[in-house]
C-alpha cells in the first residue's frame, strides 16, 4: 500500500472515529498520531457529552506535550475544561512548556494537591517536606524547578541529589547541576567546566534557546567558550557583551529567533529582516517581512520594511511585466501604510510621503488606480495641514499623466504641461512632457534647454551638453555642479582646444566650488582628454596649474598617477619642481607614490621635496616601498568615485587606450605599481637624501648629477659608505665624493 | 506605534510649540511665527534661545524630507530584540528552562504520583 493510500486510510480512519465517538478508535489514534487524535477529539467534543472522554484526553495532550506540541495540547484541552486532576496537570504543565505561566497558575488555582505539586515550580504556594511514600522519580526534578524559582540554588542541588541513581542519566541530572552551578553567583573555576560540558550536551545542543542562555550565562561568569561549542552560544555571549545598539542588531539577527522569549521573537525576525532583505534573492525579502508581522512585530514597522522591500525588489529600468507587478505591490504596501498611520498631529507628514512613494510605484506600473488612490490620500492631508507643495503637487500630477502616456500621449502631455505650469522646477513633470513630445514624434531639442534652464538638473544638463555640442557650443559652468559635469565639460573643452590656461574665472570657480579632490579629478580627466587629442602641452599646463593647487594628498595622487600614465612624468618632475616652494611636505609621499609607474620620475620628485622631510618622515617613506600593501591604482580609483555618475577616468583612459593613445595601458598600470613598489625606491638614493638633510645640504644642487649613470655611481658610493660605520677615513672620503659631485660636504656633527 | 514615528510626532510639536504655531499654519505663516520669535530670542542677547527657534524653524521647514528619512531608512527604528532575562539572571534562567524541558519529556506519572492524581470527585465516579 502506497504511503498516499496509507495517508487516506488513516484520514478515513480518523474522520469515523471522530464522528462515530468510538473510544477504542480513539484512544488507538491517540497513540498512532496524538495531533490527528487531538483534531478528532475536538470534533468529538464539540457534539458529544465531555466526560467520557476524559481519560483520552489527559492521554492525548500528555502524548502531544511530550512531543513538544504544548500549544497542540493546550487547544484540545481548552476544549475538554479542567473536569479532572490530570486534565488540570496536564494544561499546567502544558502551559508550562509555552511559558504561560499565567495559565498554568489559573489551571491549579482550585486543586489543593496540584498546588501543592506544581504551585512551586510557577511561583504560587509554598513548597511542603518531600514525601517519604513519593514514587514519581521526577519529583525532585519538579521541587528542585521550584527552589529555584524560589531563588534558593542550594536547596535545589539537594533535591536533584535525591533522584536516584537509576533514573539519574534519564533525568539529565548531572546537566542540571552544571547548570545549577552556574546559577550559583559565584561558581569560580567550576563555571568554565560547567560551560564546556553543557556545551556538549544533547540537552542543550539544538534548542535555541538553551544555546542562547549557556552563552550569557558564559558572558556573566566570564567563563570561556569552547571552540566547538554550537554557534548559539557564541554569538549569545557576543550579545551579552555587546555595547551599541547596531552591534546588538546585527547579532540578533544571526541568533534563531526560537531563542527569544516569545514576546520578543516578532522583534526578532523584524530585527533579522531588516538586515536581511537587501541581500535576499527577488521576492523574498517581503516575505521576511511577512513573518516578522505574522510573529507579532511592530506592524507599523514591519509594514514599513515591507514597503521598502517590495520597493527594492524590481528593477526600475526594466519595462516587463514583472517589474510592474512588482511596482503595484510595492504601491499596495505604501497605501496600506499610509492607511495605517492614520491621522494626526505629526502623522501627517509621514502619511504624504507614503503616498507619494505608492504614487511614484504605481506611476511606473502604469497602474492608474492606484495612483488615484495615492492622490486622494495626498489631497485628504492636504485638506487638513498646509504639507503639499506645489513640487509634491506637480510630481503627483505628472505620475497620473504618466498612466496616459502610451494610450493617450496628447492627454498625457496636456497634464505634463499642467504639472510643469504648476511648479517649473519639477524634474518629473518635464521628464513627462518631453517623453509626452518624443511619443507624438515632435520635436525636444528646445524643450530639452528649456527643462535644464528651469531644473538645473544634472540629466537635463548632460543632454543640453550634447545638444550644444552637436551644434559646436558649449554650456556655461557654474558653481554647484557635480565634479563629473565640471570634468565632462572641462574635458570637452580640452578636447576641443577651448580650455585657456591659465583659467578663466569661470573655470576657476567651477573647479573652486568642487573642493580640492574632485578639482584634482576633473583635472586630471580635463588633461587625458587633451592628450588624447594630441594636445600634450595644454595637458602639461593643466597638470602645472592642478599640481600648484592642490592641497590634498588624494589630489596629489590622482594627478601623479594619470601624468605618469599618459607618459607625462617629466612634466609631472616639472610642474612638481616648478610649486616645489609651496607644496607641503604631506603630499611627498602621495606623488612619490603616484608616480611610481614612471619610477625615474619617482626617484626625482622624492630628491626634489625630500629637503622639506625629516629623517623619520624619510625612513617611513623608504619602509612603504617594501610593505605589504596590495597594489593598486588608488588615485585613479578615488577619482572614478568623486566623478561618478557622469563620467570615469579609468573609462576613458581605456577608450584612449582602444584608440591607440600615447598613454601606457591602464590594465598593465597594477602590475608596473606592482614591480615598483617591490623594487621601491632605491635605498641608496634614500641613504643619499638622509645624509644631505643630515649633513644641512640641498640635495636639490646634486639633481644634474644624478641623471648621468656616473653622478649615481657616486651617490651609491655615500650612501654605502653614510650607512657604515662612523671613521675619519670614511669622513674623508664622503667629502672627497661630495666634492666630485660638485659640493663640500660640511663636517658630520649633525645626526645621521 | 513604532517608537520612531513617536519620536517624529514629538519632534514635531515641540518645534511647533517653540514657534508657536499650528499643524495647518502654511509656510508663510510659520515663517511669520520665526520672525516673531528672532524678535523674541535675538542671537547677541539670547543665544541659546535663538539656536531653539532656529532648529525650531528647520525642523518645520524641512518635515517632509525628515518624514521621508523615517519612512525609507532601511535600518529598523527599534531597539534590537532582547534575550529575555537580563544577562545577570541568564544562568538562573538556563537551570529553571532545562528543567522546564525535562519535565515536558515525562509523562504526569513521572512528576506526580499515582495517589495524588486520583480523585473522588462526582464526575470521576460517574467514569
Known amino acids: 500500500v502506497g504511503k498516499k ?306 520597493s527594492a525588489s524590481y528593477d526600475p529600468m526594466c519595462r516587463c511585466e514583472r517589474c510592474e507587478g512588482e511596482a503595484s505591490s510595492a504601491a499596495e504596501a505604501w497605501l496600506l501604510l499610509a492607511r495605517e498611520l492614520g491621522e494626526g498631529p505629526g502623522v501627517d507628514a509621514l502619511v504624504l510621503s507614503a503616498a507619494k512613494a505608492a504614487s511614484d510605484h504605481a506611476g511606473f506600473a502604469v497602474d492608474r488606480a492606484r495612483v488615484v488612490r495615492a492622490r486622494a490620500i495626498a489631497d485628504a492631508v492636504a485638506a487638513r495641514s498646509a504639507l503639499m507643495t506645489d513640487d509634491l503637487a506637480a510630481e503627483l500630477d505628472a505620475d497620473h499623466g504618466g498612466t496616459f502616456l502610451a494610450a493617450e500621449p496628447e492627454r498625457a502631455r496636456e497634464l505634463a504641461e499642467a504639472a510643469v505650469a504648476r511648479c517649473r522646477r519639477s524634474t518629473k513633470a518635464w521628464d513627462l512632457r518631453l517623453a509626452a513630445l518624443i511619443v507624438l514624434g515632435r520635436p525636444t531639442d528646445a524643450l530639452r534647454r528649456e527643462a535644464y534652464a528651469a531644473t538645473g538638473d544634472e540629466q537635463f544638463a548632460a543632454e543640453a551638453r550634447d545638444l550644444d555640442r552637436k551644434e559646436g557650443r558649449e554650456l556655461p559652468l557654474v558653481a554647484g555642479q557635480r565634479p563629473g559635469a565640471v570634468a565632462d565639460q572641462l574635458g570637452w573643452r580640452a578636447k576641443n582646444g577651448h580650455l585657456a590656461v591659465p583659467f578663466t574665472d569661470e573655470v576657476a570657480s567651477a573647479l573652486d566650488s568642487l573642493g580640492d579632490r574632485a578639482a584634482a579629478a576633473a583635472c586630471a580627466y580635463a588633461m587625458v582628454r587633451a592628450s588624447d587629442a594630441g594636445n600634450a602641452s595644454l595637458a602639461t599646463t593643466i597638470l602645472e596649474r592642478a599640481i600648484a593647487a592642490t592641497r590634498s594628498s588624494d589630489g596629489a595622487r590622482i594627478l601623479a598617477e594619470t601624468a605618469v600614465t599618459l607618459q607625462l612624468g617629466d612634466a609631472l618632475v616639472t610642474a612638481v619642481r616648478a610649486s616645489a616652494a609651496t607644496i607641503p611636505a604631506e603630499l611627498v609621499a602621495p606623488l612619490v607614490e603616484g608616480a611610481w609607474l614612471d619610477r625615474q620620475a619617482s626617484q626625482r620628485i622624492f630628491l626634489s621635496l625630500c629637503d622639506r622631510l625629516g629623517a623619520i618622515e624619510i625612513g617611513r617613506l623608504r619602509r612603504v616601498p617594501g610593505s605589504k600593501r596590495r597594489p593598486s591604482v588608488v588615485g585613479i580609483a578615488i577619482a572614478d568615485e568623486l566623478l561618478k555618475p557622469d563620467v570615469s577616468l579609468t573609462g576613458l583612459l581605456d577608450a584612449v587606450d582602444e584608440s591607440d593613445g600615447a598613454h601606457a595601458d591602464p590594465d598593465d598600470v597594477v602590475p608596473h605599481l606592482e614591480d615598483a613598489r617591490k623594487a621601491g625606491l632605491p635605498p641608496e638614493l634614500i641613504s643619499f637624501a638622509t645624509a644631505c638633510t643630515a649633513l644641512g645640504l640641498d640635495v636639490n644642487r646634486f639633481l644634474p648629477q644624478l641623471s648621468t649613470p656616473a653622478g649615481m655611481s657616486l651617490v651609491v658610493e655615500i650612501a654605502r659608505i653614510v650607512e657604515g660605520p662612523r671613521t675619519p677615513a670614511a669622513e674623508a672620503r664622503v667629502n672627497a665624493l661630495f666634492a666630485k659631485l660638485g659640493a663640500t660636504a660640511p663636517s658630520r656633527k649633525g645626526k645621521r | 506605534m513604532s517608537a520612531a514615528i513617536r519620536a517624529f510626532q514629538q519632534r514635531l510639536a515641540d518645534a511647533r510649540a517653540t514657534l508657536g504655531v499650528a499643524e495647518s499654519d502654511d509656510a508663510a505663516a510659520i515663517r511669520r511665527a520665526y520672525r516673531r520669535a528672532v524678535a523674541a530670542h535675538p542671537p547677541d542677547r539670547d543665544a541659546e534661545g535663538f539656536r531653539a527657534v532656529r532648529a525650531a524653524y528647520e525642523r518645520l521647514e524641512s518635515q517632509l524630507k525628515e518624514a521621508e528619512d523615517v519612512l525609507l531608512a532601511e535600518t529598523s527604528h527599534l531597539e534590537p530584540p532582547s534575550l529575555g532575562p537580563a544577562p545577570k539572571h541568564a544562568p538562573t534562567a538556563l537551570a529553571t528552562h532545562l528543567m522546564r524541558k525535562i519535565l515536558q519529556r515525562l509523562p504526569l506519572e513521572d512528576i506526580i504520583d499515582e495517589n495524588d492524581l486520583r480523585e473522588t470527585t462526582p464526575e470521576s465516579r460517574d467514569e
Open chain 1, 5 to 310: 493510500r496509507q495517508r487516506e486510510r488513516r484520514k478515513e480512519q480518523a474522520r469515523r472515529a471522530a464522528t462515530s465517538g468510538d473510544r477504542a478508535a480513539l484512544a488507538a489514534l491517540g497513540e498512532r498520531q496524538p495531533s490527528a487524535a487531538a483534531r478528532a477529539l475536538i470534533d468529538t467534543l464539540a457534539t458529544m457529552p465531555a466526560l467520557a472522554f476524559d481519560p483520552i484526553v489527559s492521554d492525548v495532550a500528555g502524548r502531544l506535550r511530550r512531543e513538544g506540541a504544548c500549544a497542540a495540547a493546550l487547544s484540545l484541552l481548552a476544549v475538554a475544561g479542567r473536569k479532572t486532576r490530570r486534565l488540570r496537570a496536564e494544561e499546567a504543565l502544558a502551559a508550562m512548556g509555552v511559558g504561560d505561566e499565567a495559565r498554568a497558575r489559573d489551571a491549579i488555582a482550585g486543586d489543593e494537591i496540584l498546588l501543592r505539586k506544581l504551585g512551586p515550580a510557577v511561583g504560587m504556594g509554598r513548597l511542603g517536606r518531600p514525601s517519604a511514600t513519593a514514587t514519581a522519580p521526577g519529583a525532585p526534578l519538579l521541587r528542585g524547578l521550584a527552589q529555584v524559582t524560589s531563588g534558593t540554588v542550594a536547596a535545589a542541588v539537594k533535591e536533584l541529589d535525591a533522584v536516584a541513581l537509576a533514573d539519574r542519566s534519564r533525568l539529565f541530572v548531572d546537566e542540571v547541576l552544571d547548570s545549577l552551578t552556574l546559577a550559583n553567583k559565584r561558581p569560580g573555576p567550576r563555571a568554565k567546566s560547567a560551560v564546556a560540558r553543557l556545551a556538549g550536551t544533547a540537552l542543550v545542543r539544538g534548542d535555541a534557546r538553551a544555546e542562547e542562555l549557556l552563552g550569557a550565562a558564559a558572558a556573566t561568569h566570564h567563563a570561556d567558550i569552547p571552540k566547538t561549542a554550537p554557534g548559539g552560544v557564541v554569538l549569545a555571549a557576543r550579545l551579552a557583551t555587546a555595547t551599541t545598539s547596531t552591534e546588538r542588531a546585527a547579532i540578533a539577527a544571526d541568533l534563531d529567533p526560537s531563542a527569544f522569549p516569545a514576546a520578543e521573537r516578532g522583534a526578532a525576525l523584524l530585527a533579522r529582516a531588516f538586515l536581511r532583505f537587501p541581500r535576499a534573492e527577488r521576492g523574498a525579502g517581503p516575505r521576511l517581512f511577512d513573518a516578522a508581522l505574522a510573529a507579532g512585530a511592530d506592524r507599523l514597522e514591519a509594514l514599513r520594511g515591507r514597503a521598502i522591500a517590495l
